[in-house]
């Protein structure tokens, strides 16, 4: 793949200084025309081996380019509120919103490609790692972003020769470390895995650009000209951009034989097994989430997600009762905030993932796709139907970090639904829970219904399984919560 | 202060039980309600003696309360992204939104009253940071928030004897800590420096509520009792709960002499001296900012706030070129989003404000309020005359946490500005820099020029001086910024 990064090549100073004001006004126009019309983020990858002039090309963009829409992130050691959480969740917070651009000074590539170098990983470990980020690429593409990858090539002659000339003046010393030097004694080893990490993630929606660092001209025109290369034909794209839908309809059931009209609705419990349910359970759930166990190690996040009316908020109060208010916070998920509709519809559920020791509890969730956005048209099928897997991507990282995913799905009937409706609009002051959208969701039950049965076919996984709970008699379904959310947390040890 | 809260307090069951659900009811009322208007948050800290159940009362509110709409928020060991910021940091982070609740356990007096108690602070130390946290919570106040401070308070026989009964269950045995007996030594001298503290901080505005910790029954039912009463009252004061303006005029000049008509505006640099200068000057910054003495000790704010058309930009860019771009983060100030808007005007300026060894340059800033929103009105004057002392305090933190505060404003005449606007618009590429805005800020020139005289009156300050830059002449303004933002990183040393 560095073939033709290790050819060469030089463009002379002459061309470089008729070439550079129009490229640099291009770049500004094409700049301010992305962040008036707000489309779509540009995610800028900088990568690549040592002394290649990735730092000095990250520079020059920010001169050329207006740098109050440009944030550029340095991805050093993790802080610590990045390391209690999934490792992807920095690059989460960092991505840039719409309109602008985010450049990567270190990305999603480097612990992989760096870990593999020094040994502490396995070649399947990488390819796992590989294989995620192709998936978490797709997904931001899918999401509209325009991924710019690039990679800053020497070949191993001009590496040397790159790191002798910085040392011999006293003004560039101080650049050259001897991590630098200890990393050049592993180009081959470097070259090697860099060059699978790129074959196997170069993909036509975010290629690798490879770009011979030797000559700083050279270097910055490619750069420069990709770049506005790139975003000048997503501008003129429009909405063209969007694929045609290759997917397969999802098959109806056609008979009525369905996942939630298997559930048994009559299930009771008398009150009085109910407390002595409850209180053992919740002493039982207490401990766990007291445990060092936990509180050293893991983390958890509990989707709640139902029916309207099928007692969510009656289910999360038992559990937020066993657990010391200082280690839940509860999202109760709405409409998206103009920060959350800028990024991609995962991002507002990221930016509250847990830290150690914590539990986030959802009330509604990242579900929302493939439930309301999807019955509603909110959103086009190719987007619903690609959800799902991007969830199941979601749900392994916190489960790979230690966190405990728990999902429910409380049902109800239509019958129990409507009992409950009435009786809300006839009790005063419940009256503000019961929305004209409520009878309109209601409508639609039978949509609701097949799109749960799908939910549960495609994201039941055997770390992040689905618990269907009858929920008629809330009394057994609160304590069928309590008792997973234990089994869970205990299995996770 | 503690007198009443040594009395025995006590509330019988069969009282309580007959109160209580009375009472959630209304909680939960009144929380729905200021939901739904979200017309201001709620503030809730929690402090006071250990063992006189804090930790019971934030759970018991969770309970009683909608868990989705409160944020509990448990103030331990900083992490190492807020270690690198001013102290208020993870508080301004934390608030709570309009419409919701926050709880802080553990709060922003801790910190002050354990310092003194452990000796590692003195009086005054103490008296100053009381004296911030008055100020602080005035600007919370102020900006709408409803701050309720409980301080849980046990006589020390009755600490002694819970401790003693906790120590004797071994189900409660865990809570009580080595830590918990070295803090009970230590309390009369916990007793004097909190009593001191509360009565410092127990104003108008955010008084202390001081509860006997003895009894649980009366200890919640007073805790929730008060939030009733409070959130209730604010709710139904509506907008009477703004106070009428009691600050007396801002003195206009009655003559024509003011600062920025005493500026040099004739001041000139050649070409040459200007690149001469522009590369010594970029070079010394780019060492300075490079340099341990800022990387692992400080931070820096550059403020630009100027006329439209004074060329911030272009002075930015001149800044930014100098800098390695992982360090700096360039911050443009439009319209506050959604998110901004549901908290106190300064929230999206600390949200952006630099961890160590990095730099974020403000276009345009917190000065809006005391610039377009005074003149353009879109603020009450008494919201813009409290704002000076605020944004002194606030620089004040910055400081004192080693961050360096530069500030500057580019001016220009009237003629030049005139002359600019012109060009703009008939070079096709700067077109989208003017706007039919710029056209009408400049009608209002002097109102423009005297809240600039004000502003600078008014907060420039020996910590955070301002720099008036006259920019008619672009290069000599350039210079002038970049000499001094390489003198003050410098004398910061």
Same mark, same amino acid.
């Given at each position: 793949? &560095?073939?033709?990064?290790?050819?060469?090549?030089?463009?002379?100073?002459?061309?470089?200084?008729?070439?550079?004001?129009?490229?640099?006004?291009?770049?500004?126009?094409?700049?301010?025309?992305?962040?008036?019309?707000?489309?779509?983020?540009?995610?800028?990858?900088?990568?690549?081996?040592?002394?290649?002039?990735?730092?000095?090309?990250?520079?020059?963009?920010?001169?050329?380019?207006?740098?109050?829409?440009? %944030?550029?992130?340095?991805?050093?050691?993790?802080?610590?509120?990045?390391?209690?959480?999934?490792?992807?969740?920095? &690059?989460?917070?960092?991505?840039?919103?719409?309109?602008?651009?985010?450049? #990567?000074?270190?990305?999603?590539?480097?612990?992989?490609?760096?870990?593999?170098?020094?040994? $502490?990983?396995?070649?399947?470990?990488? =390819?796992?790692?590989?294989?995620?980020?192709?998936? #978490?690429?797709?997904?931001?593409?899918?999401?509209?972003?325009?991924?710019?990858?690039?990679?800053?090539?020497?070949?191993?002659?001009?590496?040397?020769?790159?790191?002798?000339?910085?040392?011999?003046?006293?003004?560039?010393?101080?650049?050259?470390?001897?991590?630098?030097?200890?990393?050049?004694?592993?180009?081959?080893? &470097?070259?090697?895995?860099?060059?699978?990490?790129? %074959?196997?993630?170069?993909?036509?929606?975010?290629?690798?650009?490879?770009?011979?660092?030797?000559?700083?001209?050279?270097?910055?025109?490619?750069?420069?000209? /990709?770049?506005?290369?790139? !975003?000048?034909?997503?501008?003129?794209?429009?909405?063209?951009?969007?694929?045609?839908?290759?997917?397969?309809?999802?098959?109806? /059931?056609? =008979?009525?034989?369905?996942?939630?009209?298997?559930?048994?609705?009559?299930?009771?419990?008398?009150?009085?097994?109910?407390?002595?349910?409850?209180?053992?359970?919740?002493?039982?759930?207490?401990?766990?989430?007291?445990?060092?166990? #936990?509180?050293?190690?893991?983390?958890?996040?509990?989707? &709640?997600?139902?029916?309207?009316?099928?007692?969510?908020?009656?289910?999360?109060?038992?559990?937020?009762?066993?657990?010391?208010?200082?280690?839940?916070?509860?999202?109760?998920?709405?409409?998206?905030?103009?920060?959350?509709?800028? $990024?991609?519809?995962?991002?507002?559920?990221? %930016?509250?993932?847990?830290?150690?020791?914590?539990?986030?509890?959802?009330?509604?969730?990242?579900?929302?796709?493939?439930? !309301?956005?999807?019955?509603?048209?909110?959103?086009?099928?190719? =987007?619903?139907?690609?959800?799902?897997?991007?969830?199941?991507?979601?749900?392994?990282?916190?489960?790979?970090?230690?966190?405990?995913? !728990?999902? #429910?799905?409380?049902?109800?009937?239509?019958? +129990?639904?409507?009992?409950?409706? +009435?009786?809300?609009?006839?009790?005063?002051?419940?009256?503000?829970?019961?929305?004209?959208?409520?009878?309109?969701?209601?409508?639609?039950?039978?949509?609701?219904?097949?799109?749960?049965?799908?939910?549960?076919?495609?994201?039941?996984?055997?770390?992040?399984?689905?618990?269907?709970?009858?929920?008629?008699?809330?009394?057994?379904?609160?304590?069928?919560?309590?008792?997973?959310?234990?089994?869970?947390?205990?299995?996770?040890?």
């Amino acid at each position: 793949m &560095f073939e033709s990064a290790e050819l060469g090549h030089k463009i002379d100073k002459a061309t470089f200084d008729a070439e550079e004001p129009a490229l640099r006004q291009a770049l500004l126009d094409v700049q301010s025309e992305l962040l008036e019309r707000a489309k779509f983020p540009v995610v800028i990858l900088i990568g690549g081996v040592d002394g290649a002039g990735k730092g000095e090309t990250v520079n020059l963009l920010n001169e050329w380019m207006d740098p109050r829409h440009i %944030r550029t992130h340095a991805m050093g050691a993790p802080s610590d509120e990045e390391r209690e959480r999934p490792p992807i969740w920095r &690059f989460w917070r960092s991505l840039p919103p719409k309109g602008k651009v985010g450049i #990567f000074f270190g990305s999603w590539y480097t612990a992989p490609i760096v870990d593999r170098v020094i040994g $502490q990983t396995k070649g399947a470990e990488l =390819d796992r790692a590989l294989e995620e980020i192709v998936r #978490f690429e797709r997904m931001l593409t899918d999401e509209g972003a325009l991924v710019l990858k690039f990679w800053f090539h020497l070949s191993k002659k001009a590496q040397r020769a790159r790191l002798t000339e910085l040392e011999k003046s006293p003004k560039t010393r101080w650049r050259v470390t001897d991590t630098d030097w200890a990393n050049f004694e592993r180009y081959d080893r &470097f070259y090697k895995i860099s060059e699978r990490a790129l %074959r196997h993630t170069s993909r036509a929606e975010a290629p690798w650009i490879v770009v011979e660092g030797t000559d700083a001209r050279y270097r910055s025109l490619t750069v420069g000209k /990709t770049i506005l290369e790139s !975003v000048r034909k997503r501008l003129d794209e429009g909405d063209r951009h969007a694929v045609a839908s290759i997917a397969p309809p999802v098959a109806a /059931t056609i =008979d009525d034989v369905h996942l939630l009209r298997t559930l048994d609705m009559t299930t009771t419990l008398s009150k009085k097994s109910y407390e002595d349910e409850l209180e053992k359970l919740q002493g039982k759930l207490n401990l766990l989430t007291r445990d060092a166990g #936990f509180t050293k190690k893991r983390s958890a996040v509990l989707v &709640f997600e139902g029916a309207d009316a099928a007692g969510k908020g009656g289910a999360i109060r038992r559990v937020t009762g066993a657990i010391d208010a200082r280690q839940y916070a509860v999202v109760p998920v709405a409409a998206p905030t103009e920060e959350e509709r800028a $990024q991609p519809y995962l991002w507002r559920f990221w %930016r509250n993932v847990p830290r150690r020791g914590k539990l986030t509890i959802y009330d509604r969730s990242w579900y929302g796709r493939v439930l !309301v956005e999807r019955v509603e048209g909110f959103c086009k099928e190719r =987007d619903w139907l690609r959800a799902y897997s991007e969830i199941n991507d979601f749900e392994e990282q916190l489960d790979r970090h230690g966190t405990v995913v !728990v999902k #429910f799905w409380l049902h109800i009937t239509k019958e +129990e639904q409507l009992r409950r409706f +009435e009786e809300r609009e006839a009790v005063s002051f419940k009256r503000y829970k019961i929305t004209p959208e409520d009878w309109r969701n209601r409508e639609k039950w039978e949509a609701y219904e097949r799109a749960v049965a799908d939910l549960v076919d495609r994201t039941s996984t055997e770390i992040a399984p689905w618990t269907l709970v009858p929920a008629v008699d809330k009394y057994a379904a609160r304590i069928q919560v309590l008792r997973t959310v234990c089994d869970r947390l205990e299995a996770a040890g």
